[in-house]
């Protein structure tokens, strides 16, 4: 299992540091929750960012965004340093340019899904990309509850690719639910607010399995 912290609930003043923490700790990707004000009711941070923090690590980049028409934007990312990118599908009329655009450059395309979007809808994509992630929360802001109805998501997806594909779970996992996430098949889980707390380390540890 991967364990990809979301660095939107750090503190940005200190984000280096605290991506340094997460990463001694063994956590090896970062999760970099990029939002638009449209797609989502929140705007967080862009390139700029993700230029800045790639000098001080060399963690997998796993940019989730959540942007309206993300083809106009894919290449700048993988630019600005991201190793993975993932779309949603509710998000673009051009999935498929979405996904050529970042195997273009040789990166891992993920493709995802809100908590109402049933799987059907990214079913025909599925073998062109590396991984599927399941939105376990409405988009938009760390901190929200776990919506225990995406786990049979999760087994859909398991079932119909086997055990070598990515599945990733994003929102409201904690230390008392991750084992529900995995035993449904996810085998990347993001976590915002259970890592970037008062104790960055012990909680990279804690969940990791
Ligand atoms: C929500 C983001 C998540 C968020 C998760 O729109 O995609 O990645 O940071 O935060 P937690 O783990 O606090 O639910
Ligand atoms: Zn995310």
Known sequence: MILSPSIL???FGILA???KKAENAGAEWLHIDVMDGHFVPNISFAMPVIKSIRKYT???FDVHLMIEKPERYIEE???SGADGVTFHVEATENVRECINLIKKYNKFAGISINPNTPVSEI???LDEVDMA???SVEPGY???KYIDAVNDKIREIRAKKGADFFIEVDGGITKDNIDIAIEAGAN?????TSVFNDDIEGSVKELMR
């Open 188 to 192: 990347v889980i993001v976590a915002g």
């Open 142 to 144: 760390g901190g929200q």
């Open 123 to 125: 079913k025909e994509y």
């Open 58 to 60: 060399d963690m997998f």
């Open 77 to 79: 990312f993988i630019k």
């Open 17 to 19: 540091e605290q991506i």
């Open 9 to 11: 609930s750090a503190d």
């Open 133 to 135: 992630l399941v939105m």
